[in-house]
Each structure stands twice: as C-alpha cells, then as structure tokens.
C-alpha cells in the first residue's frame, strides 16, 4: 500500500471532532469581483439568535454556577472575535492581498470610508463548548457562522455557511477558551481561503 492510502486510512480512523466540517458557500457573484488590490474590512462578529449548548445564549449564562463563570463567557466571545478578525487578517496579508497590511479590523466604518472596500461580516448563531464528558472524545467544540462579503455598492458578493470543531484532546487536554479560539482560527483561514482563490479567479 502506498504512503497516500496508508495517510488516507488514517485520516478516516480520526476521531470525529479532530477535522474541518463544512464550507458551503450559498450565493457568489460570477465573475469574482476581487483582485489582489482589493480592500477589506472585517466587521465585528454579529450574534444572531445565539444557542449555546443548545440553549439561548441567556439560559445558558443563567445556567452557569457563578457570576464569575459567566464573566468568563464574555471573555471566551471576546477572545473568538479577536482570533477571527486578527488571523483572518494575518493570511489575507500573507497571500499579498489588500496589501502588505492585510484587511482593516474591527472598524465598523473602514468599508464605507474607503470607498472601495469589501466589507467581511462575520455572524454565529450556534456554538457547543465541548464541555468534558464521557466518553471524552464526545466532548467536541464547534462554532456554525455565517459569513457575507459586501461590495462597495451594498451588493453581496459572498455568503457563506461554515463550521469547524476542536475535538477532545487526551494528551493536551484543553479548556473550551482554548478549543473555541482554535476552532475561530480555523474559520478564519478557511475564509480566507475562499478570498485568496477568488482573488485569484480560481473560484
């Protein structure tokens, strides 16, 4: 057998929750609008009817054994916002896109400033925290988003339906922080995956 089949073999034999899930992208505008000049802001991430757990948000937080463990919540969301926008940003820079200093984060208003921008607007409305239970490799954490790309003009050129999970790790165990900033950076590099090949005409 060969290394790839042996490789292929393998990768099949991963627990579930150790892989990339789902990129589907539900409307996109032909032929791409993008070039490797193009600007892009990348928006706040919107929470939208948002489960957790599959809870609403406000139960689940209400569920929590203390205030300071729903302080920490607030922090986790803080902490998925800042990973997105600045690894979004990070690879958009590296593939040479929007320039050498990458897509403008966290400014609200950098896409109607500029002119010329492509606005990112990031939204999630389910996200599980793997919280630890048994059997462990159960425990996987998993973040469903939304993404639309807007153009100068108000049009969306891009919407995108994602998820990605950080699965239960045995030798490394992890807090839910950890695996949900893991799986935001995931996210990230898959959209701008989607943006590089777009860029490129390759999409």
Not at 19 to 45: G, H, L, M, N, W
Not at 95 to 122: D, L, Q
Not at 137 to 166: C, F, H, S
């Amino acid at each position: 057998m060969s290394i790839r089949s042996l490789l292929t073999v393998a990768l099949a034999l991963l627990p579930i929750g150790c892989t990339s899930a789902s990129f589907e992208v539900i409307r996109s505008v032909d032929p791409s609008p993008y070039s490797k000049a193009s600007a892009f802001a990348i928006q706040p991430i919107r929470y939208v009817d948002l489960k957790v757990d599959d809870k609403p948000e406000a139960d689940f937080i209400a569920s929590r054994k203390s205030g300071e463990e729903a302080d920490k919540w607030g922090v986790i969301k803080a902490n998925i916002q800042d990973r997105f926008s600045k690894k979004l940003s990070a690879e958009l820079a590296i593939a040479g896109v929007a320039g050498a200093a990458g897509a403008t984060v966290g400014v609200a208003e950098a896409a109607a400033g500029a002119g010329s921008a492509f606005s990112i607007e990031p939204s999630i409305d389910t996200i599980e925290t793997g919280y630890y239970r048994i059997p462990a490799w159960n425990a996987v954490a998993r973040i469903y988003m939304t993404l639309r790309i807007v153009g100068p003009g108000g049009q969306v050129v891009d919407e995108i339906r994602l998820m990605d999970r950080k699965g239960f790790d045995a030798i490394a165990a992890s807090t839910a922080n950890i695996r949900l900033t893991n799986v935001a950076d995931a996210l990230a590099a898959a959209v701008a995956e989607h943006i590089v090949e777009r860029a490129n005409k390759e999409r």
